[in-house]
């Protein structure tokens, strides 16, 4: 398994921004996809978004659509998420996952990052 270090966590006011970086210590194949979860104190990890690594392909969560963006960077083997219009309920714990299908369930992920706190101010 490749491991996966995610940063770019911090505090941020309700309607700013934060740009959350994944990155590999080794090569990201096509096929692998690459998520983000996160996890607020007391409460279950919650799917965020995911994208295939070769194609593009995105999934986000309900909650997050038309605010955050997942993209990636293939030579760099980094996968990011911009998050805009945060909200206090953004606040949390995320993670980067990497698996191979294009899921919502963390089960389906095999590695994961470390975790960077996000915390958002009202």
């Known amino acids: 398994q490749v491991p996966l270090v995610d940063t770019g966590g911090g505090l941020v006011e309700a309607g700013g921004s934060l740009r959350l970086s994944c990155a590999a210590s080794?090569?990201?194949?096509?096929?692998?996809?690459m998520a983000w979860f996160r996890q607020a104190p007391g409460k279950e990890r919650e799917f965020v978004a995911a994208i295939r690594w070769g194609v593009g392909r995105t999934l986000y969560a309900d909650s997050v659509k038309g605010r955050f963006t997942i993209s990636k960077v293939s030579a760099e083997n980094t996968a990011y998420l911009h998050m805009n219009s945060l909200k206090p309920e953004d606040t949390g714990v995320y993670y980067c996952?990497?698996?191979?299908?294009?899921?919502?369930?963390?089960?389906?992920?095999?590695?994961w990052g470390q975790g960077t706190q996000v915390t958002v101010s009202s």
């Open positions: 996952a990497r698996g191979v299908d294009l899921s919502s369930v963390p089960s389906e992920y095999r590695t």
């Open positions: 080794g090569r990201i194949y096509s096929s692998a996809v």
